[in-house]
């Protein structure tokens, strides 16, 4: 079975740090692309980061730029996301999600996320 499971989610004050982590289960992630996503509440979906197969090509958008580091770790296969200098606005549901080789708006494979909220 393929999974993919995050945590590292929680309550944090504005300024503050979080990272996360995204697990897999029953595959490697070696030759995958892994994308982190978030939701907020009354908003779409969207993609934040993501960090593709080796040699470990990392895109960010805009509004976490400077802010988020997306890395991997294959002999754990993990990948995270740390997270600095949070703003409330990054309050959101987060997702890890995979798919072959390039990372790209669409996923094969989904956990089924962790609640960030950043507040004080």
């Known amino acids: 079975q393929l999974q993919l499971v995050e945590s590292g989610g929680g309550l944090v004050q504005p300024g503050g740090s979080l990272r996360l982590s995204c697990a897999a289960s029953?595959?490697?992630?070696?030759?995958?692309?892994i994308g982190w996503l978030r939701q907020a509440p009354g908003k779409e979906r969207e993609v934040i980061s993501c960090i593709s197969s080796s040699p470990g090509i990392t895109f960010y958008v805009d509004s976490v730029k400077g802010r988020f580091t997306i890395s991997r770790d294959n002999a754990n296969n993990t990948v995270y996301l740390q997270m600095n200098s949070l703003k409330p606005e990054d309050t959101a549901v987060y997702y890890c999600?995979?798919?072959?080789?390039?990372?790209?708006?669409?996923?094969?494979?989904w956990g089924q996320g962790t609640q960030v909220t950043v507040s004080s």
């Open positions: 999600a995979a798919r072959f080789t390039s990372c790209s708006p669409t996923y094969d494979y």
């Open positions: 029953g595959f490697t992630l070696d030759p995958y692309a």
